[in-house]
């Protein structure tokens, strides 16, 4: 297993709430993502870390947020939940190091299944 | 404007015999491409990456292929067993450390 976990691993809240979800390694890469999955959509690139402090958005960044105040730690935020937001999210970390020249495999958490009603 | 595009939805396939998945990209500065299986409930495991410098890599009974002037890859498995029914997705990769993008995957069912 690559070390990931991801919490809470289900949830359900209101439109309107803030939602906070956390990706945790344990494998001090420094390259994180994060993923959403819909049916007919396969996987989506919400945003993505290069280091600590040091993010970028992804094909489907607009509600979210997202913060890296240490390695082991990325955190997804939707600041104010709307029903187009339910969905599975995946937390991601890659194999690749500063410098390396090897592809980019990455290895994915075991999602959390968020629902806004 | 989908990027990759996995066009059959599904699979079944006889155990034993050969699976075969597809993939087709449009994106040329694509130079890394991957295969993942999804059971449900779980996140996507790695199976096989191939570079765009080679037109072949194998893992066992996992074997890719890549035709780039044809801008399409294929996943064989052989032979194909129960616990290969899944969802496989492919992915692609413009270098770096930037993300994967994904077709809408493929599932796939092998008959008894």
């Known amino acids: 297993d690559a070390g990931i976990t991801q919490s809470p691993r289900h949830k359900v809240t209101e439109t309107g709430t803030p939602v906070t979800l956390r990706c945790h390694q344990t494998?001090?890469?420094?390259?994180m993502y994060w993923y959403r999955q819909d049916p007919g959509h396969g996987l989506r690139l919400i945003h993505y870390s290069y280091g600590v402090k040091d993010t970028d958005k992804g094909e489907v960044s607009d509600g979210y947020s997202v913060s890296r105040s240490k390695t082991e730690d990325f955190l997804l935020t939707l600041e104010s939940a709307t029903s187009s937001q339910t969905s599975v999210y995946f937390c991601?970390?890659?194999?690749?190091?500063?410098?390396?020249?090897?592809?980019?495999?990455?290895?994915f958490g075991p999602g959390t299944r968020l629902t806004v009603l | 404007d989908q990027q990759v595009k996995q066009n059959s939805p599904s699979l079944s396939v006889q155990e034993g015999r050969i699976s075969i998945l597809n993939c087709d990209y449009t994106n040329s500065m694509f130079d890394y491409f991957l295969w993942y299986k999804k059971y449900p409930a779980e996140g996507p495991t790695f199976l096989i990456s191939i570079s765009s410098i080679k037109d072949k890599n194998e893992d066992g009974r996992f074997t890719v292929f890549l035709n780039k002037s044809a801008k399409h890859l294929s996943l064989h498995i052989v032979p194909s067993q129960p616990g290969d029914s899944a969802v496989y997705f492919c992915?692609?990769?413009?270098?770096?450390?930037?993300?994967?993008?994904f077709g809408k995957g493929t599932h796939l069912i092998i008959q008894p």
């Open positions: 494998e001090n890469h420094r390259y």
């Open positions: 991601a970390i890659s194999s690749l190091s500063g410098g390396a020249v090897s592809g980019n495999e990455q290895f």
């Open positions: 992915a692609a990769s413009k270098g770096g450390a930037d993300g994967l993008t």
